[in-house]
């Protein structure tokens, strides 16, 4: 298996302008979580959603973000529109079926930088 | 309020030396913990974990952690360290709804030659 996959790896954009940034989980694996992690702040849990229905999206920071996961192999986070301070590195991580609690695979992460 | 607790932002040790990564945690009963590993511009990675029985977990990469509950640790440990060990720790419990993992705030580990 390919593992979690995000893209994109890399993206520079300036400030109103939105954002999407893409996941595609282990095949198989049915509970993904959408993180970000910041110097100021660690890594926060945003938003993680259950056989591709949200859980538990009080990580969100704003309405400027959401998050679908319109089937099994794909989820998106929005941000719209995008600020300096959203400046971060963004990961994806699923894991297998009854174990949100268990262990997580996680993807390399988007690295955002707003201008 | 988190379930696990790193209280160093940074460990140094020298090439050769045994390390230890310090984690503590407060969750109630039967706790299951987890060592994730960080390297430079990469995604989290599992180490090890804790679920029951032996109180001395062994991982990936030569790491262990010894769970004890008089002392609520989970402490990672690697009898020498190498110069490429050197990333971010994280450790990794459920949260205090049971319902999800939760991360400490993650202890760089400096490994110098």
């Known amino acids: 298996d390919a593992g979690v996959i995000q893209s994109p790896r890399h993206e520079v954009t300036e400030m109103g302008q939105e954002v999407t940034l893409r996941c595609k989980p282990i095949s198989g694996h049915n509970s993904l979580f959408w993180y970000r992690q910041t110097m100021m702040r660690g890594l926060e849990l945003l938003i993680y959603?259950?056989?591709?229905?949200?859980?538990?999206d009080s990580g969100m920071p704003e309405d400027r973000f959401s998050a679908k996961m319109p089937n099994a192999s794909f989820s998106t986070l929005k941000i719209q529109p995008s600020e300096p301070r959203d400046s971060a590195v963004y990961f994806c991580?699923?894991?297998?079926?009854?174990?949100?609690?268990?262990?997580?695979?996680f993807g390399e992460g988007s690295r955002l930088t707003v201008l | 309020a988190q379930s696990v607790a790193q209280p160093e932002d940074q460990v140094n040790v020298a090439e050769g030396n045994p390390l230890t990564v310090k984690c503590t945690y407060s969750v109630s009963g039967n706790p299951y913990l987890f060592w994730y590993v960080q390297y430079p511009n990469r995604g989290l990675q599992f180490l090890l974990k804790y679920i029951t029985g032996d109180n001395l977990v062994k991982g990936s990469y030569g790491f262990e952690a010894e769970f004890n509950k008089s002392q609520t640790s989970f402490h990672l440990k690697k009898p020498s360290a190498l110069v490429s060990d050197s990333a971010l720790y994280f450790c990794a419990g459920p949260n205090n709804a049971g319902n999800m993992l939760t991360f400490g705030g993650g202890t760089r580990l400096m490994v110098k030659p």
């Open positions: 959603f259950n056989n591709n229905v949200p859980i538990d």
């Open positions: 991580a699923s894991s297998e079926p009854g174990q949100n609690t268990g262990e997580l695979f």
